[in-house]
Nanobody, 125 residues
Framework: QVQLVESGGGSVQAGGSLRLSCGVS????????MGWFRQAPGKEREGVGT?????GFYYGDSVKGRFTINRDQNAMYLQMNNLKPEDTAMYYC?????????????????????WGQGTQVTVSS
């Protein structure tokens, strides 16, 4: 188990930027893949992007070129630029157990064992 706590959400106008943070603590297992997901009301949870231990980055098509994931020893970050109203959602960070990079690259929520509580992002037009 690992504790994940998201922060940095808020309200912004279209074209603006936000940086989300995911604090990581209390890990009882080693994870080699972490990711960001989002869920808008009435929609399924969507993979935003993942980062694998060897430095591999994977992004959903809707955010490529606008969102960037980074990670340090104790946290993971999501830099979101050129935000659009359709980016409005609850954003979650998540961690896997030890997985193959192919699993990390497919951005499937079912592959992730632990989740934070989420932080809301609202983009107005």
């Amino acid at each position: 188990q690992v504790q994940l706590v998201e922060s940095g959400g808020g309200s912004v106008q279209a074209g603006g930027s936000l940086r989300l943070s995911c604090g990581v603590s209390g890990a009882t297992y080693r994870s080699n893949c972490m990711g960001w997901f989002r869920q808008a009301p009435g929609k399924e949870r969507e993979g935003v992007g993942t980062i694998f231990d060897n430095g591999g980055f994977y992004y959903g098509d809707s955010v490529k070129g606008r969102f960037t994931i980074n990670r340090d020893q104790n946290a993971m970050y999501l830099q979101m630029n050129n935000l659009k109203p359709e980016d409005t959602a609850m954003y979650y960070c998540a961690a896997t157990r030890i997985v193959r990079e192919e699993v990390c690259s497919r951005l499937q929520s079912r592959d992730f064992a632990d989740w934070g509580q989420g932080t809301q992002v609202t983009v107005s037009s």
